[in-house]
């Protein structure tokens, strides 16, 4: 039987069989298994992905975390032009905006009365200037949504800690919530209580964060204003952190979460069967830091590795949201927007056609009219094939038109119904031969399997492995993956920064210490940790003396079991490997869960060939240090 008369016969039998059954009652629907998302959390889920930008103070001192004394004038944008970072986000395949309101340091981006340490007070626009509503409206032009960060920790507040800063910050989310439009997501960070400026006070102040803020009333007040607003991360909200900013969730990666206070262990990958729909955003920076940093130019993450974070996001079923940070003129880098174009020109052309499209769909069973298999092509994101409540491990085909290659699959669940599917296999057959191409856990959102090499086959075959519930699959799709084009890389354009291209390891107290000087924060120096009188420690030979005003330190984040990185520092230089002189030591300040680069200047400037960094102990207690990379930079002229 030739192929062209096999898929008119099949398709000639679909339709036999189907004629009668157009004057058949519809079937009635499955009930919903478990928890099932929220009308505001369906929407969210259909975003996908979206930008995050992080642009304030700490912008112009350099800093992650800025601790709050800072002065509203340092803000001073050369070229705003929000316009330009929309774009760049758009041109990413970003469908969101979600901007930094305010930081940890409390400087608000919007003409706020509530406190003057805020852009009223700043040069720019001569403190007329309303970055919020800018980039507010910028996003709008360009059809995307518009979401905000506000920090519940300020440390520039003089009552942080008491009761009357909690009326503060709630009457910043009623501002925000009433001046903007609709928001698609309030964003609220975990980072909470520590050292800050608090007003001049200049001390620690350690707050039991549930308590002191009762989420539950502040995801209310979010609700009351913006109904479809998606907040995150506290319990009781509709979003959470997935565990890390490495920008990798769990496999697999279940929307549900029990329903007590969030693990970092369970965000990551969820829990099956949990009553809380919870579902995980994945949230990670283009660049190693939240804020520009001129000497990062040459570590944006290349659109290769957009590609892979894409899989390791969205394709678990989360929603990415990628942080995009412009420089002191209020733009993004030249090299971040080649990045951006390069990735979501290759994405667009990946997803633009559906190579299932044209398929027949037949399945082991049926629930009969209006649950046909053939409702997994045909778009519609109400419609899905399902099969009688008692048949939960069925399977379904898709006959193929021939010479389909593919090498990413996509499936789909129909959320409503809740998560159905436990465990599921795709098989392929291949030359007349069944093999299987993947096994997984979790549907959910969306899972896609890319395969280590395109796939020519026959037929693609679905098989439910375990499951509580008869299936609800929304969508079976296929795709042939384009490649991003590759982008020039970049040298930082700061003359201050030292390049690394000419430095090697002279020593180490542990191998594989190559993996400072190599630009790439996925990478990094794993050791046990120190010991007591036994500290970790490398020197590091820059290939020329150099005048230096300090240098920089950037932990991993790598997710790594039981690793942390380094408390504190000690670093001593030399200029011929005999002297050594100590340049400077100290504490490493929010380094374990800010996960930021530390750039720390020297007292003054100090001539070296040589550094030797050494770290008596981590930051909080684990068996192994990790750092993913040591910099330097020289005094500014002028």
């Not at 992905?49 to 002065?71: C, L, P």
């Not at 949201?321 to 971040?336: E, M, Q, S, V």
Request: charged share 20%.
């Amino acid at each position: 039987m030739t192929e062209v008369s096999r898929r008119l016969l099949l398709a000639s039998g679909l339709a036999a069989t189907a004629t009668p059954a157009l004057a058949a009652t519809r079937a009635a629907a499955p009930k919903p298994w478990g928890a099932t998302p929220s009308k505001r959390q369906l929407a969210w889920h259909a975003r996908e992905q979206y930008a995050f930008v992080h642009f304030s103070i700490n912008t112009f001192t350099d800093r992650e975390w800025g601790y709050g004394d800072e002065d509203p004038k340092l803000f001073d944008p050369t070229d705003f032009d929000p316009d330009q970072i929309v774009a760049a986000a758009k041109a990413g395949g970003m469908r969101g905006i979600i901007l930094t309101a305010k930081h940890h340091d409390g400087f608000c981006l919007w003409p706020t009365m509530l406190t003057e340490h805020c852009i009223r007070n700043s040069p720019y626009k001569n403190g007329k200037g309303d970055v919020v509503g800018e980039m507010e409206r910028a996003t709008r032009r360009a059809g995307l949504d518009f979401g905000l960060y506000l920090s519940p920790w300020d440390r520039n507040h003089a009552e942080y800690g008491r009761p009357a800063y909690v009326e503060y910050f709630r009457k910043q989310v009623v501002e925000l919530c009433t001046r903007y439009g609709t928001l698609f997501e309030f964003w609220f960070d975990g980072a909470n209580g520590g050292d800050g400026y608090y007003g001049g006070a200049r001390d620690t102040r350690k707050i039991d964060a549930p308590k002191y803020y009762n989420w539950p009333s502040i995801v209310a007040l979010v609700h009351q204003h913006q109904p479809m607003a998606c907040t995150f991360d506290p319990l009781g909200a509709d979003v959470r952190w997935v565990g890390n900013e490495d920008g990798v969730a769990g496999d697999p990666c279940w929307p549900t979460m029990p329903n007590h206070p969030y693990v970092q262990s369970e965000g990551n990958s969820g829990v099956r069967g949990a009553p809380l729909w919870w579902p995980a955003e994945t949230d990670v920076s283009i660049r190693p830091g939240w804020f520009y940093h001129a000497d990062e130019d040459a570590k944006v993450k290349t659109p290769a590795r957009l590609v892979k974070l894409y899989d390791e996001s969205v394709g678990r079923g989360t929603n990415l949201n990628l942080n995009l940070p412009p420089d002191r003129r209020g733009r993004l880098a030249d090299i971040d927007v080649a990045v951006l174009k390069s990735f979501g020109t290759a994405q667009a052309a990946t997803f633009a056609r559906d190579l299932a499209q044209g398929a027949v769909a037949t399945a082991s069973h049926s629930r009969g009219v209006g649950f046909s298999p053939a409702n997994v092509l045909d778009g519609r994101a109400d419609s899905y094939w399902s099969t009688a409540d008692g048949i939960t491990t069925p399977s379904l085909v898709l006959d193929l038109p021939p010479g389909r290659t593919f090498d990413l699959i996509r499936l789909r669940e129909y959320l409503p119904l809740g998560l159905r599917v436990t465990r599921f296999a795709v098989d392929a057959e291949v030359d007349g031969r069944w093999r299987e191409l993947a096994q997984h856990a979790c549907i959910g959102a969306q899972r896609i399997i890319r395969l280590p090499a395109p796939v020519t086959a026959r037929r693609l075959r679905l098989r439910i492995l375990e499951a509580p519930a008869c299936p609800a699959i929304r969508e079976i799709a296929l795709f042939r993956q384009v490649a991003p084009a590759a982008v020039a890389t970049v040298v930082a354009s700061d003359p201050s920064i030292v390049a690394t291209t000419r430095w090697s390891i002279a020593a180490a107290s542990a191998p594989g210490a190559q993996a400072l000087l190599d630009n790439d924060t996925a990478t990094s120096w794993a050791l046990p940790a120190p010991k007591l009188g036994a500290p970790a420690s490398v020197t590091i030979d820059l290939g020329a003396t150099e005048t230096l005003a300090g240098f920089s330190l950037t932990p991993s984040r790598a997710v790594m079991a039981d690793t942390a990185p380094p408390k504190g520092y000690r670093i001593e230089t030399s200029t011929d490997g005999t002297d050594w002189q100590e340049a400077g030591k100290g504490e490493l300040p929010n380094i374990a869960y800010a996960l930021a680069t530390q750039r720390i200047a020297f007292a003054t400037p100090v001539t070296a060939r040589l550094l030797r960094l050494s770290f008596a102990e981590t930051a909080i207690p684990a068996r192994r240090l990790a750092i993913a990379g040591i910099g330097a930079f020289r005094p500014r002229s002028g």
